[in-house]
């Protein structure tokens, strides 16, 4: 009997043997079929990525982004669709001595510029991208902020200017050098501290050889700048790349690059035009018409001060095709203490542009915002301010802000009535 129990045990403890044997097997098995099926997902989503990036010239699904990382956002789909943004720009951003004196605040020995837009800043910060024209720079403190003729202001402007959602500045002005070409390459470090993209000036020739592209919404915009001149301020010795003067062959040839780099849009900001006339010259007509030839779409123009008009083309290119011009000849001041006859009052420019399915560019439509560059006599310190015009005359006529007084009442009136009279109907 003893024997026969030791038997049963030992073949009990086989079959147990047997069974966990077959155990580990089936439990190895499983595990090297989820490593299996992980490694697969792992690949699929690797070369799904590869996919898009490769594919990009088709689908546009992604692209590098301005801190040169690649961005993926709608992935491919069988249906290509319009894309539609909106593009804000602005005029000259000049700082007299008046309004750094304004900004000023005694208690921390800093400035703030932020309360002059606080009228108008909702145009600017719900735009897709906002573009600016910088006539002053920023040499430091040390060398003593300053006035016209040479414009050296606070930095803290150009942070302001960041906050109020200004994307792109061009800095090709006739005050460019107004400090020197220290002056010149100090104002890019800090434009470049402030997060705010900029074109037009340079330190070194491989920068000017470097096109400025933005994307939005998966729309590659580059950006262009030229100006007339430096106020008869020598270009430095050796460093003709300091700033993009106009000269039609460096234009061409940016714009080829442009245009070999896949640019869906391209966009002038021209310094031109003659100062203080509200109608432009026939140099300007002469580059736009070039310009627009050799595939720009969008001309913003500034310098003269005072605004200028705005029109759409329908441009009639060499192989008879046809494509959409947007061209304003001046937008005027932005932020100013002039006091010569419309250089107070300006725009905030709004346009609508879209990219179709078939590549093709149209500009949808023009509208703008009146503003006036006010200084409110009766206050002591912050009186510089702008104001949307519209919505401070509907205040007053509603007796909900009394506060301009019935002289300003009629004077900005009569600003509205010029302002439209020099740009134009919007489109």
Not at 101 to 126: G, H, L, P, R
Not at 266 to 283: D, L, P, Q, S, V
Not at 285 to 297: K, S, T, W, Y
Request: hydrophobic letters at 35%.
């Amino acid at each position: 009997m003893m024997q026969r129990n030791s038997r049963k045990k030992r073949i009990d403890k086989k079959r147990i043997d047997k069974q966990r044997r077959i155990d580990k097997k089936t439990i190895a098995g499983l595990l090297i079929s989820i490593s299996v099926l992980a490694l697969i997902f792992i690949a699929v989503v690797i070369y799904t990525k590869i996919s898009i990036f490769f594919n990009n010239s088709s689908d546009e699904s992604a692209y590098y982004n301005d801190n040169n990382e690649i961005e993926v956002t709608n992935v491919a789909s069988p249906e290509q669709t319009d894309t539609t943004f909106s593009l804000c720009a602005i005029g000259d951003i000049l700082c007299h001595n008046t309004q750094y004196f304004d900004a000023y605040q005694k208690e921390s020995d800093t400035y703030d510029f932020s309360y002059v837009y606080d009228n108008i800043s909702n145009y600017i910060k719900t735009a897709d991208i906002a573009v600016g024209s910088l006539e002053t720079s920023f040499a430091g403190k040390e060398r003593g902020y300053s006035n016209y003729p040479t414009f050296n202001s606070p930095d803290e402007l150009a942070y302001s200017l960041k906050k109020l959602g200004i994307d792109v500045l061009s800095t090709a002005g006739n005050h460019c050098l107004d400090m020197g070409f220290s002056g010149l390459s100090r104002t890019i470090d800090v434009l470049n501290d402030a997060d705010i993209s900029h074109l037009g000036t340079y330190k070194t020739q491989e920068e000017q050889d470097t096109i400025l592209f933005k994307y939005v919404k998966g729309i590659k915009l580059a950006f262009i700048n030229y100006t007339y001149g430096t106020n008869g301020i020598p270009i430095p010795e050796g460093k003709d790349f300091c700033v993009n003067l106009i000269d039609k062959d460096l234009i061409k040839k940016h714009i080829d690059t442009a245009k070999s780099q896949n640019a869906d849009i391209i966009i002038a900001c021209m310094h031109w035009g003659t100062e203080y006339k509200t109608t432009a010259n026939a140099e300007q007509q002469e580059l736009a018409d070039f310009l627009f030839q050799n595939g720009v779409n969008i001309i913003l123009g500034n310098h003269p001060h005072v605004l200028e008009p705005m029109e759409k083309r329908t441009v009639v290119l060499e192989d008879g095709s046809t494509k959409d011009g947007f061209v304003i000849y001046a937008l005027g001041n932005f932020i100013c203490d002039q006091r010569a006859e419309n250089t107070r009052n300006s725009i905030i420019l709004d346009l609508s542009v879209t990219k179709h399915s078939d590549g093709t560019i149209t500009i949808d439509h023009a509208k703008y915002t009146p503003i006036y560059m006010y200084n409110n006599t009766n206050l002591s310190i912050r009186k510089m301010k702008l104001l949307d015009i519209n919505k401070t005359i509907i205040a007053y006529e509603n007796g909900a802000d009394m506060s301009i007084g019935e002289t300003n009442y009629n004077f900005l009136k009569t600003q509205l009535e010029k302002i439209t009279q020099i740009v134009g109907p919007e489109f």
